[in-house]
T-cell receptor, first 114, second 114 residues
Framework: SQELEQSPQSLIVQEGKNLTINCTSS?????LYWYKQKYGEGLIFLMM?????EEKSHEKITAKLDEKKQQSSLHITASQPSHAGIYLCGADMYSGGGADGLTFGKGTHLIIQP | NAGVMQNPRHLVRRRGQEARLRCSPMKGHSHVYWYRQLPEEGLKFMVY????????ESGMPKERFSAEFPKEGPSILRIQQVVRGDSAAYFC????????????FGSGTRLTVV
């Protein structure tokens, strides 16, 4: 079974609308990373969350890590065509730190309709 | 201020040939991670290296795959006797010591085995 579940798998949103992507784990997360990937390209770092209840924002994107540190959400306000792509959550799931690499969800494909 | 540099961007190999993928981490980063992204799947951790040491290779296939990060030069992911199932995007990430600084990903190498 997938250790990190992302939902929805795909999302079509009209330009200007808000949207939320979720990332859920059955285990405690010791670090949660959000990345964006354009089709056929590399990963662009968006945000990193480590503390329960932490919330970070950058431009129109806000990410939160819940108090129990088992779920994170990524919220985009007033979506634009430039937001289209694949959003990946990656998590450090081991208390020893990120030395063992991140576990990733399968990604959420976001399409923005004009 | 170059980020993580991977080359080549695209690599085509015939079945049975060797593939060599290179990754130069960000300046000052001493930790390198390799991930593989198969079609329709998420990113999967392969191996974590520090200079001249393999720290964790729990995600590496047992045969034909090897990785190194020499004292001088880039990290190399080597795939011997490639098969069609090796076709994927291979990403390298680097980080400073510890997890507080997050991971920076390269643009990936897209390997196609024909």
């Amino acid at each position: 079974s997938q250790e990190l579940e992302q939902s929805p798998q795909s999302l079509i949103v009209q330009e200007g609308k808000n949207l939320t992507i979720n990332c859920t784990s059955s285990k405690t997360l010791y670090g949660l990373y959000w990345y964006k990937q354009k089709y056929g390209e590399g990963l662009i770092f968006l945000m990193m969350l480590q503390k329960g209840g932490e919330e970070k924002s950058h431009e129109k994107i806000t990410a939160k890590l819940d108090e129990k540190k088992q779920q994170s959400s990524l919220h985009i306000t007033a979506s634009q065509p430039s937001h289209a792509g694949i959003y990946l959550c990656g998590a450090d799931m081991y208390s020893g730190g990120g030395a063992d690499g991140l576990t990733f969800g399968k990604g959420t494909h976001l399409i923005i309709q004009p | 201020n170059a980020g993580v540099m991977q080359n080549p961007r695209h690599l085509v190999r015939r079945r049975g040939q060797e593939a060599r993928l290179r990754c130069s981490p960000m300046k000052g980063h001493s930790h390198v991670y390799w991930y593989r992204q198969l079609p329709e799947e998420g990113l999967k951790f392969m191996v974590y290296l520090q200079k001249e040491n393999i720290i964790d290779e729990s995600g590496m296939p047992k045969e034909r795959f090897s990785a190194e990060f020499p004292k001088e030069g880039p990290s190399i992911l080597r795939i011997q006797q490639v098969v069609r199932g090796d076709s994927a995007a291979y990403f390298c990430a680097s980080s400073l010591t510890g997890t507080d600084y997050g991971y920076t990903f390269g643009s990936g190498t897209r390997l196609t085995v024909v």
